[in-house]
């Protein structure tokens, strides 16, 4: 009788699900077993676009400027209401008012004005609508919103990672047979199963497909990968 482990070492484990042993560590090492690790990945089209853009104005006064910036802000929300985006899928992540400073030559700085910023997280649900909103949203924002990164993503995962997991552990599977069968053994029952690592690799974030001034911005959604990798130990008849 003896003892064997075959595998190559991945990343930190994100979720230990156990079948017959808590975990490798507590595997009986007196059965003689096989251990082996493998990854699923399934490609996937990214279904939402997620915008983030400022809105900003420099003013005469704090009030002035935020008095406009404020008017900007509207005006992208009644942009994005028409296009039937959500108020939950609207936050703010930054709000700010600051002095603006002019300098000259052996003088002090002085304040010239205000600057008042707010920038948007946004979160629009069908994707083959984004490029027209980013065009909206800079035609009705005009010089007083800069978008600040458009980024493709996965709005629900959940298939795509049960998918991932049943290719990883059929791999697994495939793997330790043929391990198996060069030591002229059979695979028995599973000892444990252990999810190592579940991920999401995007595809490209943003395109602007303008090759003429009036052309319609094309947000490229590209593919994501999501990936499990799994190790699992049989043990040997």
Do not use: C
Request: aromatic share 4%; net charge positive.
């Amino acid at each position: 009788m003896f003892s064997r482990r075959i595998g190559v070492a991945l990343g930190a484990s994100a979720l230990i699900l156990t079948l017959g042993a808590p975990s490798a560590q507590a595997a009986d090492a007196t059965t003689r077993g096989i251990t082996v690790q493998a990854t699923g990945t399934i490609k996937v089209i990214p279904d939402a676009v997620r915008i983030n853009l400022t809105s900003t104005t420099i003013g005469a006064t704090s009030k002035e400027a935020l008095a406009a910036t404020a008017k900007t802000s509207d005006s992208i929300r009644k942009v994005l209401a028409a296009n039937g985006v959500a108020v939950k899928d609207i936050a703010s992540t930054r709000f700010s008012v600051n002095p603006e400073y002019s300098y000259s030559q052996d003088k002090a700085p002085i304040i010239s004005g205000y600057r008042a910023s707010q920038s948007l997280n946004i979160v629009i649900r069908k994707a083959d609508s984004a490029g027209t909103v980013v065009d909206q949203i800079v035609a009705a924002a005009g010089d007083g919103a800069t978008i600040d990164g458009v980024t493709p993503f996965v709005l629900d995962s959940s298939k795509a990672l049960v998918s991932a997991r049943t290719s990883a552990v059929k791999k697994a599977r495939i793997k330790a047979a043929a391990y198996a069968s060069l030591l002229s053994s059979r695979l028995g029952s599973v000892q444990y199963l252990t999810e190592l690592s579940s991920d999401f690799t995007p595809g490209p974030i943003f395109s602007a497909g303008a090759a003429k001034a009036d052309a319609a911005t094309q947000i490229d959604l590209g593919q994501q990968d999501v990936s499990v990798s799994v190790e699992v130990r049989w043990n040997l008849k």
